[in-house]
T-cell receptor, first 111, second 114 residues
């Protein structure tokens, strides 16, 4: 079953603004990952945060994890039109061999 | 490296037809998976494999078969296509089960079953 749920489902902002997406999950995790999917393409890994980490940065990306609330957030700072994509959070499945994905947040960044 | 490749990119089938979606990776990854992506549903796991000769079912395995005769290839077979199998199919691979390992995805196969 799907583990993560992203919020909001859709987000529209202007270039230069920050975009924040949230993910909630149901069971304990070893790590949580965020992926990006451009229209008509496969998913690309963005960042992984371990269960014992609270915050992680990668370029314009900032991810937080709150295991007590079973939630994570992805912040994209100074957004660009090229950031337009769907963003998914993912956690390890029960088997540990594949990932459970949320339904995604669709981000539109307008010039 | 080509990464994860999938063929075909797009396929139209009639109900009851069979076909095989091909997936290959050249990264010597042990773990491979098949997902389907439907509007508003995110990605759902169909089948996965932890190595050559070893496969197991995911969340939505009905109507699909897989095999893993080599490390590189992980084909997905639809035995008798149904309209409910209209979807975008993604193959993914991962080096091992380690907690820090990410998945690499292919570009997807768009399947339309009439």
């Amino acid at each position: 079953s799907q583990q993560g749920e992203e919020d909001p489902q859709a987000l529209s902002i202007q270039e230069g603004e920050n975009a924040t997406m949230n993910c909630s999950y149901k069971t304990s995790i070893n790590n949580l990952q965020w992926y990006r999917q451009n229209s008509g393409r496969g998913l690309v890994h963005l960042i992984l945060i371990r269960s014992n980490e609270r915050e992680k940065h990668s370029g314009r990306l900032r991810v937080t994890l709150d295991t007590s609330k079973k939630s994570s957030s992805l912040l994209i700072t100074a957004s660009r039109a090229a950031d337009t994509a769907s963003y998914f959070c993912a956690t390890d499945s029960n088997s540990g061999y594949a990932l459970n994905f949320g339904k995604g947040t669709s981000l539109l960044v307008t010039p | 490296n080509a990464g994860v490749t999938q063929t075909p990119k797009f396929q139209v089938l009639k109900t009851g037809q069979s076909m095989t979606l091909q997936c290959a990776q050249d990264m010597n990854h042990e773990y491979m998976s098949w997902y389907r992506q439907d509007p508003g549903m995110g990605l759902r796991l169909i089948h996965y494999s932890v190595g050559a000769g070893i496969t197991d079912q995911g969340e939505v395995p009905n109507g699909y078969n897989v095999s893993r005769s080599t490390t590189e290839d992980f084909p997905l077979r639809l035995l008798s296509a149904a309209p409910s199998q209209t979807s975008v199919y993604f193959c993914a691979s991962r080096r091992n089960r380690g907690n820090q390992e990410t998945q690499y995805f292919g570009p997807g196969t768009r399947l339309l079953v009439l």
